[in-house]
């Protein structure tokens, strides 16, 4: 069964500062990983989508990184703004009971400072 | 980007009600609907995968008398909270997308339930 952990639970850091946030699989066999944000109370947007194929993804100040083999997934975070404050999500995709499903973390709750 | 949408996004009922949350796809046909629920500060939990015309696979553990879905047409999926109890209250998120396709889903913004 997928397990999909994410390190840390919550972060608070001031502006400015560079991030890193830890994402971890169980089962290698995956179609693909993807990076969401959720803000308190709402839905999901998508950030970042890796390919099982591919290493990395970039967006603005986001870079998303895959490690199939290892089972992880690191998102960085470039000179962060008090408006990136929200629950970052983890989720793969893989194959299960007849459908492909994506599988989540408990996300990361970044809190950005002035 | 494809657009989910929800109603209602809010809903308060008295426990033993049912109460009815829609999911539709704006503009794609959605073969493929999945129920989320999420409890604060907590994950995202799958519920359900339904294909459109065919019966929802309900995750282990997971009520498919309690929990109702009906996925009628391409851009439209109904979940059904029968009898609900304070214990279901939580955010019902619901996702589309395209079958046997191992892209992105698309989200809805969600559906906050409160049963008093």
């Known amino acids: 069964k997928q397990e999909v952990t994410q390190i840390p639970a919550a972060l608070s850091v001031p502006e400015g500062e560079n991030l890193v946030l830890n994402c971890s699989f169980t089962d290698s066999a995956i179609y693909n990983l993807q990076w969401f944000r959720q803000d308190p109370g709402k839905g999901l947007t998508s950030l970042l989508l890796i390919q099982s194929s591919q290493r990395e993804q970039t967006s603005g100040r986001l870079n998303a990184s895959l490690d199939k083999s290892s089972g992880r997934s690191t998102l960085y975070i470039a000179a962060s703004q008090p408006g990136d404050s929200a629950t970052y999500l983890c989720a793969v995709r893989g194959f299960s009971g007849g459908y492909n499903k994506l599988i989540f973390g408990a996300g990361t709750r970044l809190a950005v400072h002035p | 980007g494809a657009v989910v949408s929800q109603h209602p996004s809010r809903v308060i009922c008295k426990s033993g009600t049912s109460v009815k949350i829609e999911c539709r796809s704006l503009d794609f046909q959605a073969t493929t609907m999945f129920w989320y629920r999420q409890f604060p500060k907590q994950s995202l939990m799958l519920m359900a995968t339904s294909n459109e015309g065919s019966k929802a696979t309900y995750e282990q553990g997971v009520e498919k008398d309690k929990f109702l879905i009906n996925h009628a047409s391409l851009t439209l999926s109904t979940l059904t909270v029968t009898s609900a109890h304070p214990e279901d209250s939580s955010f019902y998120i619901c996702?589309?997308?395209?079958?046997?396709?191992?892209?992105?889903?698309?989200f809805g913004p969600g559906t906050r339930l409160t049963v008093l």
């Open positions: 996702s589309a997308g395209l079958a046997g396709s191992t892209d992105t889903q698309y």
